[in-house]
């Protein structure tokens, strides 16, 4: 019958376009993951221009870097990992929660310190906050060091600074609250007094010292909310 051949033409119809909707959202949303993750990597200009630590007088120079961008203050590296990013400080203190180091919109982000932070990073600890990706990007990188192996292959690191460079030693991975006094207070009595009392944090792994430089690398945990994983890790001078 003629209706019957209409309405199984417009079903037809119906389920071809709810195909290539389909496919087109698949196609978008595989684009958006591919690009996520790129952006979650250092552009090659930036790697090129990245400071180099002259090994004669122990100095660097940022000023390519805060050419582009004068809120540059570092750049932190964590040895044979991905974490190997530019730092940066910006007020508000959410400037690069989702802004790259040009200050184009960017769901990654950047890793940055709080504007309070002294920009040399010569408080007795330091906060670098960096988003959680997937694959290891920016700071997703820490949830390595939940495997033992890893953690102890990778212990250090490099922190440049505008003044000084910093050898890192990587320390613990522990598991706290975003509301931790931590976060607000940034003496080294703050921290010492928040380390000892064990009910403030969860060690993941690896065996907390506090020293008198120590820098905190700090993102979302796995249940996000309130949860951060935080990587411990020693500065000393070069």
Same mark, same amino acid.
Not at 46 to 64: C, G, M, Q, R
Not at 81 to 100: A, E, F, H, K, S
């Given at each position: 019958? /003629? ?6 033409? $417009? ?66 590296? %964590? ?17 690069? %929660? ?8 960017? %769901? ?18 330091? $906060? ?34 505008? /003044? ?30 928040? $380390? /000892? ?6 060690? /993941? ?24 994983? $935080? %990587? ?7």
């Amino acid at each position: 019958m /003629k209706w019957e051949k209409r309405v199984h033409k $417009i079903v037809s119809l119906f389920i071809e376009i709810c195909c290539v909707i389909i496919l087109l959202l698949m196609g978008y949303f595989i684009y958006d993951v591919i690009n996520i993750q790129r952006s979650a990597n250092v552009d090659n200009y930036i790697k090129e221009i990245k400071p180099t630590i002259n090994k004669e007088t122990k100095e660097v120079d940022l000023s390519a870097l805060q050419a582009i961008n004068p809120d540059v203050v570092g750049w932190l590296t %964590l040895d044979d990992t991905r974490i190997d990013y530019p730092v940066l400080q910006g007020n508000p203190d959410y400037t690069y %929660l989702n802004r790259d180091m040009y200050g184009n919109v960017s %769901l990654t982000g950047s890793l940055f310190i709080s504007y309070q932070a002294n920009r040399y990073f010569e408080d007795d600890y330091t $906060i670098i906050y960096g988003h959680h990706m997937e694959a290891g990007g920016m700071f997703g990188a820490i949830d390595y060091y939940e495997d033992e192996n890893y953690f102890n292959e990778h212990l250090t690191g490099t922190l440049i600074t505008e /003044k000084k460079i910093y050898d890192l030693k990587v320390q613990a991975l522990i598991y706290l609250d975003a509301y931790s006094e931590i976060y607000s207070k940034k003496d080294i009595k703050t921290l010492k007094k928040f $380390i /000892k009392n064990t009910k403030n944090y969860e060690v /993941k792994i690896g065996n907390i010292e506090i020293t008198d430089k120590t820098l905190l690398l700090s993102t979302c945990g796995p249940n996000g909310n309130t949860d951060r994983i $935080i %990587l411990i890790l020693s500065m000393e001078e070069r």
